[in-house]
């Protein structure tokens, strides 16, 4: 029995992964599970450390499984890799080492976006909805589609999305990556606006993908997800 955890990436809780229930096989155990702070897990207090996170999702993350991090999620889910026991496999999706590389595009628009956050919260967080649309076959129907799944308000307090932009602006993995006690995958919608090229060239590449697979495509994810964990799950136990 191959077993999955889902970990979803910021302002965006559990319920993204919802379309691809349909898909999932038999023979496969999948649990979406929430960040400290999203849907009714308890939040951290403000400043907390990655320590303090590993404290509180160790009992959502079994070393019996494989982990798939997506976007924030997966930056967070390999830093979690220096707190507690490896995973089976690590399956990073639109994600990389790190979100932001100095003086790229990115950098600066997450910075913008931070002097934004500040003052208009939810504005910024709708904002967020539409950026990690585009790129998407149908980027207006991905939009309406998180929409539809969230709401109209952020599923996180301030405090808790504060501290993941944190993350997002100063995770660096590429110390974790190098020397990653468990094996890891890259997959990669192939036009992510929020993946740099050079991150793109060491992946698994999603065709006609953008940031946001899980809707644009759940039935194929679902099977690329499900074919990687099985290959990460074999070779660990060989």
Do not use: K
């Not at 999706?93 to 100095?102: E, S, V």
């Not at 539409?130 to 709401?151: C, D, F, I, S, T």
């Not at 940031?211 to 997800?225: E, G, I, K, N």
Request: net charge neutral; with cysteine.
């Amino acid at each position: 029995m191959t077993r999955l955890v889902l970990l979803s990436g910021w302002g965006i809780d559990r319920r993204i992964w919802r379309p691809l229930h349909p898909y999932w096989p038999a023979n496969v155990e999948v649990a979406a599970v929430d960040w400290p702070g999203y849907g009714e897990v308890p939040a951290l207090p403000a400043n907390a450390s990655l320590s303090e996170l590993a404290t509180a999702m160790a009992s959502r993350l079994p070393s019996d499984a494989v982990w798939v991090g997506w976007s924030l999620g997966g930056l967070l889910a390999t830093a979690l890799l220096d707190y507690l026991p490896a995973p089976q496999g690590l399956l990073l999706l639109g994600a990389g080492a790190r979100f932001c590389t100095p003086d790229s595009a990115t950098s600066a628009a997450l910075a913008d976006f931070q002097a934004i956050f500040a003052h208009r919260g939810d504005a910024a967080w709708r904002h967020f909805l539409r950026w990690q649309a585009q790129g998407e076959p149908a980027p207006y129907q991905v939009h309406a589609q998180l929409r539809a799944l969230l709401g109209s308000t952020p599923p996180a307090d301030r405090t808790t999305l504060s501290a993941g932009l944190h993350w997002l602006a100063t995770l660096d993995n590429r110390r974790r990556l190098n020397t990653s006690p468990c094996p890891v995958v890259h997959l990669v919608g192939e036009h992510d606006p929020l993946i740099s090229a050079i991150e793109c060239q060491r992946t698994l590449t999603l065709e006609r993908g953008g940031h946001c697979p899980m809707l644009s495509q759940p039935a194929r994810l679902a099977s690329l997800l499900t074919a990687q964990a099985a290959a990460l799950s074999a070779r660990e136990m060989a």
